[in-house]
T-cell receptor, first 113, second 114 residues
Framework: DGGITQSPKYLFRKEGQNVTLSCEQNLNHDAMYWYRQDPGQGLRLIYY???????QKGDIAEGYSVSREKKESFPLTVTSAQKNPTAFYLC????????????FGPGTRLTVT | GNSVTQMEGPVTLSEEAFLTINCTYTATGYPSLFWYVQYPGEGLQLLLKATKADDKGSNKGFEATYRKETTSFHLEKGSVQVSDSAVYFCALSEHNNAGNMLTFGGGTRLMVKP
């Protein structure tokens, strides 16, 4: 089955620690995206990547970093510089930039205390 | 810039009632329009889409028509079920130099009671 996997589903960290969220897709999509969702809110774009070894900042990139070393993988690191990291994080992909809809993973809920 | 406005929820209905969730948009060009659904604790699933004016997207009894003259893409279903309880997001996609960016509305929570 093709799809997007995110792990883990729940993640707990202490304040001041960096944490990396995993996102893998086997859809052979070129473009991948990271969104943040806060309770009762819509989605906000953190970073996106249109092709391997390239990525761009979205609307709320401060305190986050990404890498795109492989087509299938787009991990997101939440750094200690992110002021309010507790949120639900969603990864998505699309077949090519500018074409069609985005497909979403199941999400990772990060809680930082 | 682009924007999507949805009716605020929650929308509470009895089973078999008629559903309408309003969505209007602002875009500089000719976007594609989408409805996504999010069940509790899960990611978003594409529900339906329309890529040009007057197109009707439909899936699982849900429908939405791309109305360019009113810049709207309202979601409708003739008879809702308890299992339709979820959050619904309207979104638009317009290709630009940055690629295929989605702009989301704030989401509308639907609660269907037996």
């Amino acid at each position: 089955d093709g799809g997007i996997t995110q792990s883990p589903k729940y993640l707990f960290r202490k304040e001041g620690q960096n944490v990396t969220l995993s996102c893998e897709q086997n859809l052979n999509h070129d473009a991948m995206y990271w969104y943040r969702q806060d309770p009762g809110q819509g989605l906000r774009l953190i970073y996106y990547s249109q092709i391997v070894n390239d990525f761009q900042k979205g609307d709320i990139a401060e305190g986050y970093s990404v890498s795109r070393e492989k087509k299938e993988s787009f991990p997101l690191t939440v750094t200690s510089a992110q002021k309010n990291p507790t949120a639900f994080y969603l990864c998505a992909s699309s077949i090519r930039p500018g074409v069609g809809e985005q497909y979403f993973g199941p999400g990772t809920r990060l809680t930082v205390t | 810039g682009n924007s999507v406005t949805q009716m605020e929820g929650p929308v509470t209905l009895s089973e078999e009632a008629f559903l309408t969730i309003n969505c209007t948009y602002t875009a500089t060009g000719y976007p594609s329009l989408f409805w996504y659904v999010q069940y509790p604790g899960e990611g978003l699933q594409l529900l339906l889409k329309a890529t040009k004016a007057d197109d009707k997207g439909s899936n699982k009894g849900f429908e939405a028509t791309y109305r360019k003259e009113t810049t709207s893409f309202h979601l409708e279903k003739g008879s809702v079920q308890v299992s339709d309880s979820a959050v619904y997001f309207c979104a638009l996609s317009e290709h630009n130099n940055a690629g295929n960016m989605l702009t989301f509305g704030g989401g509308t929570r639907l609660m269907v009671k037996p």
